[in-house]
């Protein structure tokens, strides 16, 4: 079945350093989104990237859509405390249009 | 806001009991979804239903079925709970969309529900 890889598993930064976590699919996705889980806390839907190449911003988080539809990156720059959290990636799933597959998250610590 | 409510935030049973795991939802969603989340394996589906009475299995369906009477609530349950299924469990809910070719409606996920099977 459809696999969403997720690295790195986590990150631990300085305060203000950046931060980049990376998501591989096994086949073409149609969409992928993005989502943050603060510690304690349920993920929250962050952002939804559907075309090929496209990069999307939101403050100091950047995402990427790679060209072939098959990758997708999240950049956070300049990271701040409330920045910690797990950051996941959802690939819409073939054969099941309202479903997805979750990466593994990256775990996010930001030392101040 | 949308809000997705599970029936406990912490559950402690005994292996072979049968154990429930409510969520209900507010906002009138046609999709609603269980998963468990474990670490290094992250959210896995466990049944999606898209429809009142009618459900899919996702990818880890085995020991849980699942019931859905009425639109806004999506029950989970463990026929025989075993060790194996201590996690934490979310729920979550999604509006239908059109049978969209690119895109898929946010998932809203509830605070969870930390299940530990003794």
């Known amino acids: 079945g459809q696999q969403v890889m997720q690295i790195p598993q986590y990150q631990h930064v300085q305060e203000g350093e950046d931060f980049t976590t990376y998501c591989n699919s096994s086949?073409?996705?149609?969409?992928i989104q993005w989502y943050k889980q603060r510690p304690g806390g349920h993920p929250v839907f962050l952002i939804q990237?559907?075309?090929?190449?496209e990069v999307k911003k939101q403050k100091r988080l950047t995402f990427q859509f790679g060209e072939a539809k098959k990758n997708s990156s999240l950049h956070i720059t300049a990271t701040q405390t409330t920045d910690v959290g797990t950051y996941f990636c959802?690939?819409?799933?073939?054969?099941?249009?309202?479903?997805?597959?979750f990466g593994i998250g990256t775990k996010l610590q930001v030392i101040p | 806001d949308v809000k997705v409510t599970q029936s406990s935030r912490y559950l402690v049973k005994r292996t072979g009991e049968k154990v429930f795991l409510e969520c209900v939802q507010d906002?009138?969603?046609?999709?609603m979804f269980w998963y468990r989340q474990d670490p290094g394996l992250g959210l896995r589906l466990i049944y999606f239903s898209y429809d009142v009475k009618m459900k899919e299995k996702g990818d880890i369906p085995e020991g849980y079925s699942v019931s859905r009477e009425k639109k806004e609530r999506f029950s989970l349950i463990l026929e025989s709970a075993s060790t194996n299924q201590t996690s934490m469990y979310l729920c979550a809910s999604t509006v239908l969309a059109y049978r969209d070719r690119y895109s898929n409606q946010p998932q809203h996920f509830g605070d969870g529900t930390r299940l530990s099977i003794l």
């Open positions: 990237l559907v075309k090929s190449g």
């Open positions: 959802a690939g819409r799933r073939s054969g099941g249009y309202q479903k997805v597959t």
């Open positions: 086949t073409t996705l149609s969409n």
């Open positions: 906002m009138d969603h046609e999709n």
